[in-house]
C-alpha cells in the first residue's frame, strides 16, 4: 500500500526499502514525535488525516492529498507507529 502510492518517493520509511525520498521529512520515530507536521497533536486519527488529505489539514504544505481512503489512511499511521517502535 505504502509502496503503491509511493510516499517513499518523498519519504524516507521504516520497513520500505526503495525508493528512500528527501523531499519530505523522514517518517522514522513517528511514534517519538510529538507533532504531525510541526502543526497536529501527533495522535493516530490526526496523523491518518493529514497523511490522507495534507493540504485540506495544512493548507500551504507541501504533502499532496493521497489517492487512498479512511481505512487506508488509518492502516499506514498504524504501520508508521508500529515500525517506528522497532
Ligand atoms: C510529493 C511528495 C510527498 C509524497 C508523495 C508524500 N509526502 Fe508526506 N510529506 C511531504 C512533505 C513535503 C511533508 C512536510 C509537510 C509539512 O511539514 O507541511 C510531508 C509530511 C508528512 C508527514 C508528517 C511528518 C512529520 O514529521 O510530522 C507524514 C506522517 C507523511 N508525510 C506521510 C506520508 C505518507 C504515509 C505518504 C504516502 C501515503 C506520503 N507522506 C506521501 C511530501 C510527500
Known sequence: M????QC???HVIPGVDWPKGRLGPSLD???????V???????????????????AVKPGTVMPAMPIDD???RDVAQYLIEESKR
Do not use: H, K, Y
Open 8 to 10: 517513499g518517493s518523498c
Open 2 to 5: 505504502i509502496e503503491r502510492v
Open 37 to 55: 507536521a510541526g502543526t497536529f497533536p501527533n495522535t493516530p486519527q490526526n496523523l491518518a488525516a493529514f497523511i490522507r488529505n495534507a493540504p
Open 71 to 73: 481505512r487506508e489512511a
Open 29 to 35: 520515530g513517528m511514534d517519538q514525535q510529538g507533532l
